[in-house]
């Protein structure tokens, strides 16, 4: 009993600070101000640590872990969280804090709701917990990366028709947006690059697993951002080109990962 207590207050409490930490962005850029150096890092930090300890209750059990859909959605979505909160010491990035804290909030309302009601998988070798680690860690790098391609594309509509709103004043230049968003698409796919070779190397009998579709569209997400990142190196692609390529990878990412889950957990209810 105290155990769920104190999960259930977790939970909630992430819950709350991550709306509360919407308010506080959107009311930052509405206002055209810059957001306070205490409160919206404060309430962000907050909102990791909390929903950081309701992930020990939804992760782990006593005779197992839970790697289902909405579990790992959690976890994904405290990642990214993480490293808007590590990146925005460096940058200000109000507007992907204002767009990951409420995605946040409803994974970790999903994962609440379904919490307790699937059965735990037992036995976690060494080679397929670092594999699981690594995939977290490439999506969601990749994904951070995807809500930057996003601003990138609705900044350059802002410049291409000459009128720029009052938020772009409060963030960083263009350039420096670029820079980032190919930094976490490199360092994105070389944990992706390793997540695929901890794969084929611990996974054994993929057939039997029904993992060769997710493995086929995660080799497919590999080659379309190595085409991304030699484009931009080789060819100097920026811009609306970077945009596409790196939501059409993003695409396929989502699909290998969350649609083979959806099609598994869902559709033919397998965990």
């Not at 309701?54 to 579990?71: N, W």
């Amino acid at each position: 009993m105290m155990e769920e207590s104190m999960a259930a207050l977790a939970h909630w409490t992430a819950i709350a600070l991550y709306i509360a930490t919407t308010v506080a962005a959107a009311m930052a850029l509405v206002r055209h101000q810059q957001p306070g150096r205490i409160l919206l890092p404060g309430l962000l930090t907050c909102a990791v640590i909390a929903h950081g300890i309701s992930l020990k209750y939804v992760l782990f059990a006593d005779d197992g872990f839970r790697f289902d859909l909405l579990a790992m959605l959690s976890l994904i979505a405290w990642t990214v969280t993480l490293l808007l909160l590590i990146l925005s010491r460096r940058h200000q990035l109000t507007l992907l804090i204002l767009a990951a804290a409420p995605l946040a909030a409803l994974a970790e309302l999903a994962a609440v709701h379904a919490w307790g009601s699937v059965s735990p998988r037992q036995q976690l070798s060494p080679g397929i917990a670092a594999h699981a680690l690594l995939s977290i860690s490439a999506y969601s790098l990749l994904t951070l990366a995807t809500l930057q391609a996003l601003y990138l594309y609705w900044l350059n509509q802002q410049l291409h028709n000459h009128q720029p709103s009052g938020i772009s004043r409060f963030l960083p230049p263009l350039q420096t947006m670029e820079s980032l968003l190919f930094g976490l698409i490199t360092f994105g796919q070389l944990l992706l690059t390793a997540a695929l070779i901890t794969g084929a190397l611990f996974m054994e009998d993929m057939f039997a697993q029904h993992l060769v579709h997710k493995s086929a569209l995660s080799i497919l997400a590999w080659v379309l951002y190595s085409i991304l990142l030699w484009g931009h190196w080789k060819k100097g692609w920026r811009g609306n080109t970077a945009v596409r390529w790196t939501l059409s990878a993003f695409a396929v990412l989502l699909l290998a990962f969350f649609g083979s889950k959806l099609a598994l957990e869902v559709i033919l209810h397998r965990n």
